[in-house]
């Protein structure tokens, strides 16, 4: 196994660095640095990282194509460089970074299993974003058939890189906010496990974010629809899996941190 981080940015020049810092402090591993078409500060800032980060590898799009894209082409570079396993975290600093080596260590625990964080919030997340996650986790269980994806929109997780390299080949995956939901009900779908462990998540109040509530509730809308009819499409494989005697592997958990010491 071969772990790495994936952290695309657009326009987080400011944040990254500090991020990617603090990550390699607790586990020195590569990096995949994808920058969605910044303003030229932000490439610039970018740019001299990865000078100064001997295992950083700068992947730059042309203009900004949106979240969903730049991780694809992240992993595209992954799979070149021989990395099996990627940490995918935002680049804004919202994310409990110090939990990345925990959810490494879960991830080569379990190789075969995506781990995903389920988010903490503090008083400072807005009230549209906590909402508007509910139901996309309805939407996530709609399609589904089942309650084993607890959040759906977390930018915190780890990935097996051959998993989300196919699915980027064989899909058309949303190229932007969609993106996180539409790979959790996706692999889901080709019976990739899924273990979910918390994260903590703030909204610093001078922090930059670029999510649109109106546009981007839409377009996440749109995402489940498409989904959903993929759902019945699949709609006798899924009833099949959720009758039949469940496996005796460590699938679809949502991990017992209430009652453990994994309770941040």
Not at 185 to 212: A, E, M, N, T
Request: charged share 25%; hydrophobic share 40%; glycine share 8%.
């Amino acid at each position: 196994m071969r772990q790495g981080y994936l952290i695309p940015v657009y326009n987080h020049g400011k944040t990254v660095g500090p991020l990617i810092g603090k990550l390699l402090e607790q586990r020195d591993l590569p990096v995949i640095l994808v920058d969605d078409g910044s303003d030229g500060e932000t490439k610039a800032r970018l740019a001299l990282i990865a000078k100064t980060f001997p295992g950083v590898a700068l992947v730059s799009l042309e203009k900004n194509s949106g979240k969903g894209r730049a991780m694809f082409a992240g992993i595209e570079r992954a799979y070149e460089r021989g990395l099996t396993h990627l940490l995918q975290i935002d680049a804004d600093g919202q994310h409990e970074a110090e939990r990345a080596p925990f959810f490494l260590d879960e991830s080569a625990s379990h190789p075969e299993a995506a781990v995903i964080g389920f988010p903490l919030f503090d008083e400072s997340a807005p009230a549209y974003r906590v909402k508007g996650r509910e139901l996309a986790n309805v939407w996530a269980r709609i399609c589904t058939l089942s309650a084993d994806i607890p959040d759906a929109l977390c930018g915190f997780r780890v990935y097996p890189v051959e998993a989300l390299r196919r699915m980027g080949r064989r899909c058309r995956v949303d190229s932007r906010m969609g993106v996180d939901a539409e790979i959790l009900v996706r692999l889901l779908w080709q019976d990739i496990p899924l273990i979910f462990h918390p994260v903590r998540v703030i909204y610093p109040p001078d922090g930059i974010s670029h999510f649109r509530p109106v546009r981007d509730n839409i377009r996440i809308s749109w995402v489940f629809t498409r989904l959903f009819c993929g759902m019945l499409f699949r709609l006798p494989l899924l009833c099949l899996r959720r009758y039949a005697k469940p496996h005796p592997r460590p699938e679809h958990i949502f991990c017992n941190w209430i009652k453990s010491e994994e309770k941040p």
